[in-house]
C-alpha cells in the first residue's frame, strides 16, 4: 500500500533528503534537519505522489490519505503537546508548499492555521499576548482568504489602511489588540458579503481547504510560467507541509529571518540576510517591510543604522551561526535558510540550496574546492553553463559620468540599460517587439515573473535584498535595484519621480545592479573582465573535458573575442558575410549578373585581394589552430539588387544596360531560395565561384606562413552536399587549386576539404559521402530546418503556438531535437566513421552553443563543438559536465 504522509520532528523522521522526489525540497529537507538534531517545528509532508493522484483524477484524493492525516495530526499533537481546534490549548499549523525543484514564492502557503474566534481567546490566554494572539488571526483570515478563498489581499488592506488613517496611526505596530479585536469582525464580514457564506470556522475544514488549495497553487499561472522558464516537468507535482506553528511575532524578543550562508549576489564569504522583530516569514519573503540586517559586518556595508540581529539578538545569533556551519558543511554547499525566533527561541524553517548569480555560483564553486569541501569536478559541474552567460555581460564604464536619480539596494548585479515600464504586461510587449526595458515597480509579485523575464533589469520601490524581486531575478541573472524607497510611482500616468525628476515611460534608464543606483539615460558598458575565479573553472573545465571548442566567427574582432575566450579553432567561418560587405557588394553583384564566364572570373578578380586578405587576417590571430572556412552558400537570390541605384552601379561596371541587367535579376530570382540555387549548386554551376575562394585561402596560408613562420591550418568547407558525387567533383576542383597555389607560392598548404551535413540525404548516405570527406561539420540549424521541413526564417510565426501546446518541448532551432534531428546525426556519424575511421567530426549548428545540445554531442561522440564568440566559455563548461556526465 502507499505510504502518502511522512511526519518529521522531535529528532526523527519518516524520509531524507533523498526523498525529494517524494517529499518535495522543502520536505526533505525539514525532515533531513529533524534528523539533525535542529530545532525544526514538527509536522508531515502529504507526498507529490498525492498531488499526481490528485490531478489524474480530477482532484480526489487517492484513498486513505484522509486516515494517514488524521493520525499524522493525532501524533503532531502528541509531539506539541497541543490539540488541534481545542480552544484550551490550540495547535496552530503552517500549509506549505514545496516541490522537487525549488520554485520560490510560486506557489502558496497558509500561516497560522486553526485559528478561529474560540481558539483565538485560547491562544491569547495562553500566551498572556492578546495582541499577538488576534495579530497572528487577522494574518490568518487574511491570508487563508487569499490563498483558499480567492478573496483578494488588498480587500484587508484597505480595510486597515482606512482603520489606520482614521485613528491616525503610521504603521501597523500601533494597531493594538482591541483595535484587531475591532477590525477582525469587519474581515470576517468582508469574507462573507464577498462570498456569501462565513469565514470557515471548524480547524479541519481549513486544514483540507488549505491542502487543496496548495496543491492547486502547483497549477496556478506564474507556477506555469516558472516551470516553462526552468524546464520543471508538470507531472513532478508539489507536496504539501502541514507543520506546527512557531511565532515570530510574540514581541520584541521573537523575530522572523531569511539567511544565506554565503553572499548569493557575489559569492563572498560570510553569511548574509535579513531579519524583521516581531514579524513573521510572510513579512521578509513578500518585501511588505524593509528588514534589518543578518550581521554587523553587513549594517556596516549597507550604511543601515538599525541593528543587525547579531548585535540584537548575540545569543540567537551565535546558535544560528553554528546551524549555518552545520548546514553548510552537510549539505556541501551555499545554504538559503529560513527561520524564526519564538521569544529567545530559534527554530528552522527551511533549508535549500540558494539560488545566486552566476558570479556567486562562480565564486562559491572555487572557493569550496579550494577550502577542500568539493573537489574540482564537482566545482565543475556545480556551475550552470547558461548561466555563466551573465558573467560575460558588460558593466559600466567607470569614467562613465553618472546621473544617479535614485538609489536602492544592489540586489542582482550587472548593469543594463533600457526604457522604463511600469507594468509587466507593458514590459512583455515591449520585449517582444525588440525594446529593451527596465521594470519599475513599487514591489513585484510573483505575477510580475514574464515582465521581470522580458525586462533587462528590475526596479523597485519597496523591499529587501531577499524579497520575491531579488531572488528572482538573481535566479534569472537581471540586474536588479531594490528597495528604491526615494522612487514615486505614478502608475495612472505611467511615470515616476525621484529626487524632484520625473521619468516618463518609454524615458532610457540604466540599472547599476552592483552599486544599487538608478541612472538617467544610457550608459557606456565595458566588457567583463575573465581572470581570477573564472580562469581557474575554465582550467579545472578544459582539464576535464573531450570535445575541442570552437567558434563561427569571420570578423578578426570577433575572432580574437573568441580567442580571448579560450576558442581552439573556428569551426564555421561564413565566407558570404565578406561578400555583404559595403565595398565588396557591388564586385559580387557584377559577378552573378554577367552572363558569360568571362564576366565572372573579372569581377571575381576584384574580390579574389579582399578575401584574401580576410583569411589573413584570420589565420594572423589563429596560429595553428584549425580553421574551418565554408565555401559560399546563400542564394544567389540573396545577392541580387533591388534598388535603382544599385542596378545603374552594377551597369556601370559591367557595360550592360540596366533593363538587360533587371531581365537577369528576374531570371535568378526564386521561389524558394533556401531550397534553390545555394551551396554547393552554386560551386557545380559556377565552378569559378570556388575555384577564387579557394585559391584566396591558399594564398592567404601561403602569406601568412611567409609572414610568421606558422604554418596556418585551413578546413575547406564544401556546404548543402546531398549526393557523394558533388563533393567528389568540387574536392577534385579544389585540389587542383591547392596545386597551382603550391606551384606558385613554393608552400605546401595544409588542409582538408570536408562537408557540411545539413541534408536528411547527406546523414542518411554519410558512408558515401565520407568516401571524400575528410571532415563532417554537421550543420544544425539547416539540418532542422530540412528535417522538419520547417522555415527557419517564419517558424517564429507559430513556434509560440507549439510551445505552448506542448507540440515542442523546446524551440528546435535553438535546443536540438535529439530524437528526429538527433537521429540523423547518430546516422551520420556511424555511417561516416564506418567508411572512414578518421573522419574529424563536429558540429556548428546554434546548437553548438547550447548545454543540453552539447550533452548530446558529446553523447554521439562528436570531436568539437563550434559556437558565436560569447557562448565559448559556456560550451567549454558544458562540454566538460558533459564528459563527466558520460563518465558517471
Ligand atoms: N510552521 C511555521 N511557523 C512559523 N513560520 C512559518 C511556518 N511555516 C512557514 N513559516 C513562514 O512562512 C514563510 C513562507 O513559507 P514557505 O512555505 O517557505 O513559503 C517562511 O519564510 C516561514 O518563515
Ligand atoms: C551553421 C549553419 O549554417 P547557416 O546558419 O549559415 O545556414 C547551419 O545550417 O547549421
Ligand atoms: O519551497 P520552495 O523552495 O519552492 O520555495 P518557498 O519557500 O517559497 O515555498
Ligand atoms: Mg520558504
Same mark, same amino acid.
Given at each position: 500500500m502507499a505510504k502518502w504522509v511522512y511526519a518529521f520532528g522531535g529528532g526523527t523522521a @519518516? +524520509? @531524507?533528503?533523498?526523498d525529494r522526489d517524494l517529499l518535495g525540497g522543502k520536505g526533505a529537507n525539514l525532515a533531513e534537519m529533524a534528523t539533525l538534531g535542529l530545532p525544526v517545528p514538527p509536522g508531515f509532508t502529504l507526498t507529490t505522489a498525492v498531488c499526481t493522484a490528485f490531478y489524474d483524477n480530477d482532484r480526489q484524493y487517492p484513498d486513505g490519505l484522509t486516515d494517514e492525516v488524521e493520525a499524522a495530526l493525532a501524533d503532531l499533537e502528541t509531539k506539541v503537546g497541543k490539540a488541534f481546534g481545542d480552544p484550551a490549548n490550540p495547535l496552530l499549523v503552517s500549509v506549505r508548499s514545496g516541490a522537487r525543484a525549488s520554485m520560490p514564492g510560486m506557489m502558496d502557503t497558509v500561516l497560522n /492555521? +486553526? /485559528?478561529n474566534d474560540e481558539t483565538a481567546e485560547g491562544l491569547a490566554k495562553l500566551s498572556g499576548d492578546r495582541r499577538f494572539a488576534l495579530d497572528s488571526y487577522r494574518r490568518f483570515i487574511t491570508m487563508y482568504s487569499d %490563498? %483558499? /478563498? $480567492? %478573496? #483578494?489581499?488588498s480587500t484587508f488592506e484597505e480595510l486597515l489602511e482606512r482603520f489606520k488613517e482614521d485613528r491616525d496611526y503610521q504603521l501597523d505596530t500601533e494597531v493594538t489588540a482591541e483595535d484587531w479585536a475591532a477590525l477582525i469582525p469587519e474581515y470576517k464580514q468582508a469574507v462573507e458579503s464577498e462570498l456569501g457564506q462565513p469565514f470557515p470556522t471548524d480547524p479541519r475544514d481549513q486544514l483540507w481547504g488549505a491542502i487543496g488549495a496548495v496543491f492547486g497553487s502547483w497549477m496556478n499561472d506564474r507556477a506555469i510560467t516558472y516551470r516553462r522558464m526552468y524546464d520543471i516537468p508538470a507531472s513532478w507535482g508539489t507536496a504539501v507541509n502541514v507543520q506546527a506553528m512557531v511565532f515570530g511575532?510574540?514581541?520584541?524578543?521573537s523575530a522572523t529571518g531569511v539567511a544565506f550562508t554565503? @553572499? #548569493?549576489?557575489? $559569492?563572498?564569504?560570510g553569511r548574509y540576510g535579513e531579519f524583521l522583530i516581531n514579524a513573521q516569514g510572510e513579512d521578509v519573503v513578500a518585501g511588505i517591510r524593509t528588514p534589518q540586517c543578518l550581521t554587523k559586518a553587513m549594517r556596516e556595508k549597507m550604511h543601515d543604522r538599525q541593528p543587525s540581529m547579531e548585535e540584537a539578538m548575540p545569543e540567537v545569533y551565535a546558535e544560528l551561526e553554528r546551524v549555518f556551519e552545520k548546514l553548510e558543511h552537510h549539505y556541501r554547499d551555499m545554504q538559503d535558510i529560513e527561520f524564526t525566533v519564538e521569544q529567545g527561541r530559534l527554530w528552522m524553517l527551511q533549508t535549500r540550496n540558494g539560488k545566486r548569480t552566476a558570479r556567486a555560483a562562480l565564486k562559491i564553486a572555487v572557493d569550496m574546492a579550494d577550502e577542500g569541501l568539493i573537489s574540482e569536478e564537482e566545482a565543475v559541474m556545480r556551475v550552470d553553463p547558461g548561466a555563466l552567460d551573465q558573467l560575460l555581460h558588460p558593466t559600466i564604464d567607470e569614467s562613465y559620468e553618472r546621473d544617479v536619480i535614485a538609489r536602492g539596494l544592489p540586489a542582482s548585479p550587472g548593469a543594463a540599460t533600457g526604457a522604463a515600464v511600469f507594468d509587466a504586461d507593458e514590459a512583455e510587449r515591449r520585449a517582444k517587439l525588440g525594446d529593451r526595458v527596465i521594470l519599475v515597480r513599487v514591489e513585484t509579485s510573483p505575477e510580475d515573473i514574464h515582465g521581470m523575464h522580458a525586462a533587462q533589469a528590475i526596479v523597485t520601490a519597496r523591499g529587501g535584498m531577499t524579497s520575491h524581486a531579488a531572488v528572482v531575478a538573481r535566479g534569472m541573472g537581471r540586474p536588479c535595484v531594490s528597495g528604491a524607497g526615494d522612487i514615486k510611482i505614478d502608475a495612472a500616468n505611467k511615470r515616476f519621480s525621484a529626487k524632484g525628476r520625473t521619468v516618463s515611460e518609454g524615458e532610457m534608464i540604466t540599472v547599476d545592479g552592483a552599486t544599487g543606483e538608478v541612472l538617467a539615460g544610457e550608459a557606456t558598458m565595458i566588457k567583463p573582465e575573465l581572470s581570477g575565479d573564472f580562469a581557474k573553472l575554465m582550467t579545472w573545465a578544459d582539464r576535464t573535458r573531450r570535445m575541442k571548442v570552437r567558434t563561427n566567427a569571420e570578423t578578426p574582432a570577433d575572432v580574437q573575442t573568441a580567442v580571448d575566450f +579560450?576558442?581552439? +579553432?573556428?569551426? /564555421?567561418?561564413?565566407?558570404e558575410h565578406m561578400f555583404f560587405d559595403a565595398d565588396r557588394i557591388a564586385a559580387v553583384r557584377e559577378m552573378i549578373l554577367s552572363d558569360s564566364q568571362d564576366g565572372r572570373v573579372k569581377a571575381l578578380a576584384k574580390i579574389l585581394p579582399m578575401q584574401r586578405e580576410d583569411f589573413a587576417s584570420i589565420f594572423r590571430i589563429m596560429g595553428e589552430r584549425p580553421c574551418t572556412i565554408r565555401l559560399l552558400d546563400p542564394p544567389l537570390h540573396e545577392f541580387l539588387p533591388h534598388e535603382e541605384d544599385d542596378v545603374a552601379a552594377v551597369a556601370e561596371a559591367t557595360g550592360l544596360s540596366a533593363t538587360a541587367l533587371m531581365e537577369r535579376a528576374q531570371s535568378l530570382n526564386e521561389t524558394n531560395p533556401m531550397l534553390g540555387h545555394r551551396g554547393c549548386r552554386l560551386g557545380i554551376t559556377y565552378p569559378e565561384i570556388y575555384e577564387m575562394q579557394a585559391r584566396a585561402i591558399f594564398e592567404a596560408q601561403a602569406q601568412v606562413e611567409k609572414e610568421t613562420g606558422i604554418k596556418p591550418v585551413a578546413e575547406v568547407m564544401i556546404p548543402l552536399v546531398a549526393v557523394a558525387r558533388e563533393l567528389e567533383i568540387l574536392k577534385a576542383r579544389i585540389e587542383a587549386v591547392a596545386r597551382d597555389v603550391e606551384s606558385e607560392t613554393g608552400k605546401a598548404p595544409e588542409y582538408l576539404i570536408g562537408t557540411m551535413i545539413e541534408l536528411p540525404r547527406a546523414a542518411l548516405r554519410a558512408g558515401d559521402i565520407a568516401a571524400h570527406a575528410e571532415f563532417f561539420s554537421f550543420g544544425t540549424n539547416d539540418l532542422t530546418q530540412t528535417t522538419f521541413g520547417l522555415s527557419r526564417d517564419d517558424a517564429g510565426k507559430f513556434l509560440a503556438a507549439y510551445l505552448e501546446a506542448q507540440i515542442f518541448d523546446k524551440d528546435p532551432f535553438v535546443s536540438l531535437d535529439q530524437e528526429g534531428v538527433g537521429d540523423l546525426i547518430r546516422i551520420g556519424v556511424e555511417r561516416g566513421r564506418a567508411s572512414r575511421s578518421e573522419l574529424k567530426l563536429g558540429i556548428c549548428g546554434e546548437h553548438g552553443g547550447d548545454p543540453a545540445s552539447i550533452g548530446f554531442c558529446e553523447g554521439v561522440g562528436l570531436d568539437y563543438v563550434s559556437c558565436s564568440p560569447y557562448r565559448v566559455p559556456v560550451a567549454r563548461l558544458a562540454a566538460a559536465q558533459a564528459a563527466l556526465r558520460a563518465k558517471s
Open positions: @519518516d +524520509g @531524507d533528503r533523498e /492555521l +486553526g /485559528l %490563498v %483558499v /478563498l $480567492g %478573496v #483578494p489581499h511575532n510574540m514581541g520584541e524578543t554565503r @553572499d #548569493p549576489s557575489t $559569492g563572498e564569504t +579560450g576558442a581552439e +579553432g573556428i569551426g /564555421l567561418c561564413r565566407t
